[in-house]
């Protein structure tokens, strides 16, 4: 599910780069945008979905978390990230995720704030409504700037 629906991030970024040339609007006016003023912009919202696909993934197989600059700026730059992500996924062995149901996660150790999760709940819970959140966000984005995007190309290949 990760990997379909960072395709899709990437396929309607893709849509939206030709969009925007297409009509000559610069591509700043879509990667700085907002739902909302208080809100990150399209780029920290891709950048943040990226974050919690491969935090995700890396938590339930009990790997280190990669850690990323996101000084992405850029349509192309964000399809690098959206790839190196995906090629993280891909990477991780399937037997990593044995038992990861009952793995404990634990995010922000030893800080006031610090969560404590069985794999599963930090899975359905937590990890996947963020990741959903953010990619949710950046289609809402683009699509109420005009680009031309529906539920198919939200839901990607599957």
């Known amino acids: ?9 990437a396929e309607i970024l893709a849509r939206t780069e030709a969009h925007a040339t297409e009509h000559k609007i610069d591509h700043d006016a879509y990667l700085q945008a907002r739902l909302f003023p208080d809100m990150f912009p399209l780029l920290r919202q891709v950048q943040i979905a990226c974050d919690f696909a491969k935090g995700v ?11 990323y ?3 992405e700026r850029s349509f192309a730059e964000l399809q690098a990230l959206i790839a ?8 991780l062995e ?11 996660v634990v995010l922000r150790p030893g800080t006031p704030k610090e969560r404590r999760f069985g794999g599963h709940d930090y899975l359905v819970h937590y990890g996947l409504p963020q990741f959903f959140f953010h990619v949710t966000t950046t289609y809402a984005i683009l699509r109420g700037h005009g680009v031309n995007i529906g539920k ?4 990607g290949k599957y």
């Open 84 to 91: 190196k992500t995906i090629g993280f996924v891909d990477g």
């Open 69 to 71: 600059d996101d000084k």
């Open 1 to 9: 599910m990760l990997k379909q629906l960072l395709g899709s991030l």
């Open 152 to 155: 198919r190309d939200f839901m």
């Open 57 to 67: 993934s890396a938590r339930l197989a009990d790997v280190e978390v990669p850690v």
């Open 94 to 104: 399937p037997a990593l995720f044995e038992g990861a149901e009952d793995r404990e």
